[in-house]
């Protein structure tokens, strides 16, 4: 049926009731401009996504969508005003035989309804039955996971099933800025090659679904069944509250539960990390009291009825900013047996290098209270999970095999994560990191972080291999490969006995370069994103980023470095320390070079491999 009205251009005025109707909409889309801000979208069902156009730049509209006459739910979506920078696919197939209206309410004023037809987005509506989400932009990463389009924030929910790593994630589907937060889905037998799912949790009337995590329950403790899964989020609107959910199909839709909310608290309270206690036979529960600068400790048999036990952490580690997707577990301290807790906070701002970062505590956990362990000096020392820009909302998978402690977070930065120059699609997340637990030469215990073993299997071909390089003042240069962007993974052991610093640096033909610079003196590396390319979209995104190298012995430090098409990742070869920074070069880089200013030094054992793209 062509639904398409032609002729009515009546001016709304007053009081009228009159309707607009746009003449050329696509078929099936009929439009009825009701007011200077108000818009009927009347769509025929029978298709199985309506397109709709959007603009990064504009306010968002208001879009609530009534089925058979019934509200079913209200998006926000920047509709496109002046040019559509992309579209975005909104289900229809859920809504197959039924009758679906569009009650879109737009922000921006405008004058008259003439104005208001003038909008782009009108006449670029349509319904489809494709979308295509193949790549479009070069700063797509190629082998880190990333949504195939809209918003992403925090990875969370994260649990491993029958052989499959399930990655729950904050994301908005309707654009590529922070609004509709619902659990994003992608799953994985390998966790580098990632398919993606339709939506898993939807906001409903208690709020958007912000960051939580998922447990197995053989012992069916909560009573949905020994193969349920069984997630815990946030629910945010006007209050922060927490809500369960299950899902009976190994994650791929779930029930959200009648009895919500499970916990509430009068204060801004969210991202619940849950886990079973095998020690005291019972489950556990963080809640970041995030305002407070502090994460609530609850306990519970069923994972319904929580109990309060206590708070940690007010007055400890960074405080300058709200804390936000607790962690806890229990890891082996590397050489020793030793069993201690780690706690991870996250917190924004009041990272190391401003805005976002991830903090963690070492100690002990009894079930009830987590009692961190001190210095020499007798205070709790801060630490840093990662010593980036761009490393956030990191936590860790639920019921990961053979004893894993595998970790993934958000490869961005609360400063300007909505500022940086894609559109597509809006963050990726680090590789897969293993944790483990160190003895450093200060007595302390510190986190270590290696990628997670199956990210070996990306490599492709080695494309350059050097067994030892002596360099002094004049950089010795390789070529990266240039298959995919140069994405790659480089080895190098950089030796500098007489302690000259070492720099390592990418560039390419445009005058972009990232500099790392060791400093052996000072057990430092340095990493120099200020010429990285594209830099100017935010004033906080220039840097320069230090990680201690934690080394005892400080002439030799071995790294491990991904650079993927906009973010690279640098480790310490045994995980003493993780740096993940993101770049947008004009073009990409295309070679290394290496230099010492101030003495000689070697780099041995250099293997650059190209990496397969499994993005593309
Ligand atoms: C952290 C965070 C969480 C919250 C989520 C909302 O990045 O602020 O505290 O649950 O993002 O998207």
Redesign the pocket.
Known sequence: MDKIKTGLTALMTGASLMMASNANCADGVTVDHLGVNNTLVRVDSGRKFLLMPVQESNDDATVNILVDGKLDRTLHVRLAKTKVDYCVPFDMEQYAGHDVVLNIVTSQSRSSVRDAKEDACWSRFALVDTFDTSNREKYRPAFHHTPLYGWM??P?GMVYKDGIWHLYY?WNPYGSK?QN?SWGHSSSKDLVTWEHHPVAIEPNGLG?V???SSVLDPDNTAGFGKDAIISLY?S?AASQIQSLAHSKDNGMTFEIYPGNPVITLESEA??PNMFWNAATGEWNLLL?H?LDHEMLIFRSPDLKNWTLNSAFGKGLGAQDG?W??PDLFELTVEGSGEKKWMLIC?I?PGGPFGG?AAQYFIGDFDGKTFTPDKDADGNVPTKWMDFGKDH??TVSWSDAPDNRRTVIG?MSN?QYAAEVPTMQFRSANTLPREMGLFKASDGQIYVSTVPSPEVDMLRDRLVSRQSKLSVGKNPRKISLPADNDGICEILLDIDSRKGAPVSVMLSNDEGDYVDMVYNPSEGTLTFDRRKSGVTDFSQDFPAVTVAPTFSDDDSTLKLRIFVDRSSIEVFEADGKFAMTNLVFPTVPYNRISFSADGGRADIRNLRIFSIKAVND
């Open positions: 924030n925090d969370n904050q922070w937060l958007y912000f960051s939580g946030t945010a969210r991202d970041a995030a709200v936000e997707c996250n924004n976002s956030y909302a958000w609360w």
